[in-house]
T-cell receptor, first 115, second 111 residues
Framework: GAVVSQHPSWVICKSGTSVKIECRSL??????MFWYRQFPKQSLMLMATSNEGSKATYEQGVEKDKFLINHASLTLSTLTVTSAHPEDSSFYIC???????????FGEGSRLTVL | RKEVEQDPGPFNVPEGATVAFNCTYSNSASQSFFWYRQDCRKEPKLLMS???SGNEDGRFTAQLNRASQYISLLIRDSKLSDSATYLC????????????FGAGTRLAVHP
């Protein structure tokens, strides 16, 4: 079946550095991908909708200059956490759907720890 | 008010028990409804869609009441492997594949 892959699955970085997370749809094209964040014991919160070839749409309260999203191709979206701080430590998950099916697939998630 | 609300639990039940989870959503124009399952430190996975007529998949039964904006999930004959967090998920009107998640209800099935 269709698969969405994320990389890296976990990353530890120093405060102030930037971290890039990739989300790939492996056997289908996705004009739209979604980025979620989940803090421990909390719900997945939608951060932004990534649109291929255009700007991402950010949810209220999510800083677009801090969480840079690039969706340059139909199979790849990237999320860059710029100048990461400990409060950015979280589980970041992307999702993508096959056009016209309404079926949505999630990446394996990327666990970010900022020291 | 949160868009999707769930009882956080945890529900601690013995194997073989029947357990029910409830969920309410605030946007009456919401168009699609799902139950997802999330294991600890893993991505969520679709358990089943929820239809107005109610639907069943093996030991799992989902119900939707649009008038009350209420969704339920019933698990019969619980297995140890059912232990997980169950997420109520809604797609709002016009929100193509934009999933809104509840905080989840944690289920622990013990021998």
């Amino acid at each position: 079946g269709a698969v969405v892959s994320q990389h890296p699955s976990w990353v530890i970085c120093k405060s102030g550095t930037s971290v890039k997370i990739e989300c790939r749809s492996l056997d289908f094209q996705a004009t739209t991908m979604f980025w979620y964040r989940q803090f421990p014991k909390q719900s997945l919160m939608l951060m932004a909708t990534s649109n291929e070839g255009s700007k991402a749409t950010y949810e209220q309260g999510v800083e677009k200059d801090k969480f840079l999203i690039n969706h340059a191709s139909l199979t790849l979206s990237t999320l860059t956490v710029t100048s990461a701080h400990p409060e950015d430590s979280s589980f970041y998950i992307c999702s993508a759907g096959m056009e016209g099916t309404g079926e949505l697939f999630f990446g394996e998630g990327s666990r970010l720890t900022v020291l | 008010r949160k868009e999707v609300e769930q009882d956080p639990g945890p529900f601690n039940v013995p194997e073989g028990a029947t357990v029910a989870f409830n969920c309410t959503y605030s946007n009456s124009a919401s168009q699609s409804f799902f139950w997802y399952r999330q294991d600890c430190r893993k991505e969520p996975k679709l358990l089943m869609s929820v239809y107005s007529s109610g639907n069943e998949d093996g030991r799992f039964t989902a119900q939707l009441n649009r008038a009350s904006q209420y969704i339920s999930l019933l698990i019969r004959d619980s297995k140890l492997s059912d232990s997980a967090t169950y997420l109520c998920v809604v797609i709002p009107a016009g929100g193509y594949n934009k999933l809104i998640f509840g905080a989840g209800t944690r289920l622990a099935v013990h021998p």
